[in-house]
């Protein structure tokens, strides 16, 4: 029968052997692979703070594009329309690409409210064709909608915002009246009464457009008469 201070001897002998393997193969690695774990670290470090460097340079770019945008609709609001046209103009060029989007919708808004229809018109299709964020570049494509019913083929018109039309889309209501003034414009009075009808029942859409669907439908289909007494 072995003596407990024997085994603790062994146990002990066993953990220095076991240390000075460890111990020798961290050498033999660091050897070999010295000059990699090296670099690695500096490439982390350097990516590390390089993404930090652009981070900060971004957030005062965005800055900067907000201050800009803000200055321009001061301009807007002290009737400064030209100025703020121009600052528009150049912050839709060459700001941050949220910016860059705001500007450029705000552009054509203004023209339009000008009454330069045809100008914001291809303001507006610029942006839906652009590579901005979805929802701004569907809005746009239906704003060049309704400045379009008046001289471009309402079949057309339907068939490019009619996909608009879906649940699934936030400008689904405003979509709807568009397909009902083209269809109107084509002559088709029916498809147009229906869709008037629906958008001015419809408690979901934006109070608006409900309103102009009832105009609507009063003005398409007069009150009956009432029948007269034999």
Do not use: C
């Not at 001061?74 to 989007?101: F, H, I, N, P």
């Not at 397909?179 to 979901?204: H, I, M, P, T």
Request: hydrophobic share 45%; proline share 3%; glycine share 4%.
């Amino acid at each position: 029968m072995t003596d407990k201070h024997d085994d603790a001897a062994a146990d002990l002998l066993i953990q220095e052997v076991d240390e000075d393997l460890r111990h020798e193969q961290m050498a033999r690695i660091w050897t070999r692979y010295g000059s990699l774990i090296v670099a690695a670290a500096v490439a982390l470090v350097l990516s590390v703070a390089g993404w930090q460097a652009w981070h900060d340079w971004d957030v005062k770019r965005q800055q900067a594009s907000s201050l800009r945008y803000n200055h321009a609709m001061q301009l807007v609001v002290q009737g400064k329309r030209d100025e703020a046209m121009a600052e528009l103009a150049k912050l839709s060029a060459d700001g941050t690409k949220g910016y860059r989007l705001l500007a450029a919708l705000e552009r054509a808004d203004l023209t339009a409210d000008k009454g330069d229809l045809k100008d914001a018109s291809a303001l507006y299709h610029a942006i839906a064709a652009g590579t901005g964020d979805e929802i701004y570049r569907d809005l746009a494509l239906l704003k060049a909608a309704y400045l379009d019913l008046d001289h471009t083929d309402p079949a057309a018109i339907e068939t490019a915002v009619r996909p608009l039309t879906q649940e699934t889309s936030p400008w689904r209501h405003s979509a709807r009246e568009v397909v009902a003034l083209a269809e109107l414009k084509r002559g088709d009075k029916a498809k147009a009464l229906e869709a008037f009808r629906k958008l001015a029942d419809d408690v979901a859409a934006p109070q608006g457009v409900r309103a102009r669907a009832a105009e609507m439908l009063a003005t398409l289909q007069p009150p009956r008469q009432p029948k007269s007494k034999s």
